[in-house]
T-cell receptor, first 118, second 115 residues
């Protein structure tokens, strides 16, 4: 079973629209970390944010914001006023750190391809 | 500068010709890992290593080998490549700690085409 599910395979929006990328995770650990990575067309993986399981505060960084809800096991990512440069594949990932977990291992979702049209 | 370096970045080769993709990190990380990325499937782990001489299979290990003779290096070996191993490969490294919330550091990727 997938530990991280990104149900949206592809999303297309027009510039300046807001867009939310969904991420649902599954874990029995009480301590874990969640990450978002961006993969632009050039192919490299760019780290965007990490969040630990004890911190449910939402975070905003410029046009990016993240909504972490433990009750629904979700860690959604919103881009406000999207721009063409936001076009990329976005990956959500889970890292478990409780006893018995494979320390260091990162579980990825399948990614969401975001296309922002001018 | 902290980095994970993969080589080569691009390679086109033929079925059956052994190849090695190198990966080196300069951050003294214990954990290193190889992923392959295929359209619609995200990143799938091939092999990982928790430390020198400690390696284990990930989700898709068939057709690959790895070694970890030194802490900084974690080469990926394809003994007899086949077309279904055409993919984008990433090497990553991180610390191992229950308190560690650092993201994995990724190399820039190696695009392999097996004809």
């Amino acid at each position: 079973a997938q530990k991280v599910t990104q149900a949206q395979t592809e999303i297309s929006v027009v510039e300046k629209e807001d867009v939310t990328l969904d991420c649902v995770y599954e874990t029995r650990d009480t301590t874990y970390y969640l990450f978002w990575y961006k993969q632009p067309p050039s192919g490299e993986l760019v780290f965007l944010i990490r969040r630990n399981s004890f911190d449910e505060q939402n975070e905003i960084s410029g046009r990016y914001s993240w909504n972490f809800q433990k009750s629904t096991s979700s860690f959604n990512f919103t881009i406000t006023a999207s721009q063409v440069v936001d076009s990329a594949v976005y990956f959500c990932a889970l890292k478990e750190v409780s006893r018995g977990s494979t320390l260091g291992r990162l579980y990825f979702g399948r990614g969401t391809q975001l296309t922002v049209w001018p | 500068e902290a980095q994970v370096t993969q080589n080569p970045r691009y390679l086109i080769t033929v079925t059956g010709k052994k190849l090695t993709v190198t990966c080196s990190q300069n951050m003294n990380h214990e954990y290193m890992s190889w992923y392959r990325q295929d359209p619609g499937l995200g990143l799938r782990q091939i092999y990982y290593s928790m430390n020198v001489e400690v390696t284990d299979k990930g989700d898709v290990p068939e057709g690959y080998k790895v070694s970890r003779k030194e802490k900084r290096n974690f080469p990926l070996i394809l003994e007899s490549p086949s077309p279904n191993q055409t993919s984008l490969y990433f090497c990553a490294s991180s610390l191992i700690s229950r308190g560690d919330n650092q993201p994995q550091h990724f190399g820039d990727g190696t695009r392999l085409s097996i004809l």
